[in-house]
T-cell receptor
């Protein structure tokens, strides 16, 4: 059963802690993305990766870090430098590196709350 | 920066009516896509229209694209209560095509 899996579904972070959100895909997709969604808002791009061992900053990368050591995995770390991390985080993947006309597949999201 | 801006932000109609949502974008694109999001869930792809296409259909969905006006519309015909969701347009800019850039979304409510 192919798809993209995010874990955990809910995550609570204390002030000053780093937390890592998991994103795994078995679709053999080259490109992977992380988005942040605030209540009633659209999606803002945090980081994206077109190929293993390479990734690029999106529009709101400050306070976040990523790695792409394996094609199927693209974990996102929310660091203590991110001052307002409470949000819904969505991971996506697609076959292309931006030059073909293909869709993105999304995971079910991780809701991060600072306590 | 947001590439796409949807209009209206919220739409409430009666079951059976048609729903139209609009999307405007700022820069030249390779394609434009529409996605649906049920509350608290991930996004699901609905339809993709390429920059050289003007109209596309999929079931009860009809998408138009006007590249001269940098705008697109999504029409859902004969709406059902199950169509209640948020709808987002997303663009692949020609400059920075590796990104998929989303708008703010339209929250659609279908009243039974």
């Amino acid at each position: 059963d192919g798809g993209i899996t995010q874990s955990p579904k809910y995550l609570f972070r204390k002030e000053g802690q780093n937390v890592t959100l998991s994103c795994e895909q078995n679709l053999n997709h080259d490109a992977m993305y992380w988005y942040r969604q605030d209540p009633g808002q659209g999606l803002r791009l945090i980081y994206y990766s077109q190929i293993v061992n390479d990734f690029q900053k999106g529009d709101i990368a400050e306070g976040y870090s990523v790695s792409r050591e394996k094609k199927e995995s693209f974990p996102l770390t929310v660091t203590s430098a991110q001052k307002n991390p409470t949000a819904f985080y969505l991971c996506a993947s697609s076959t292309d590196r931006g030059y073909e006309n293909t869709e993105a597949f999304f995971g079910q999201g991780t809701r991060l709350t600072v306590v | 920066s947001q590439q796409g801006e949807e209009d209206p932000q919220a739409l409430s109609i009666q079951e059976g009516e048609n729903a139209t949502m609009n999307c405007s974008y700022k820069t030249s694109i390779n394609n434009l896509q529409w996605y649906r999001q049920n509350s608290g869930r991930g996004l699901v792809h609905l339809i993709l229209i390429r920059s050289n296409e003007r109209e596309k259909h999929s079931g009860r969905l009809r998408v138009t694209l006007d590249t001269s006006k940098k705008s697109s519309s999504l029409l859902i015909t004969a709406s059902r209560a199950a169509d209640t969701a948020s709808y987002f347009c997303a663009t692949r800019p020609i400059q920075g095509a590796q990104k998929l850039v989303f708008g703010q979304g339209t929250r659609l409510t279908i009243n039974p």
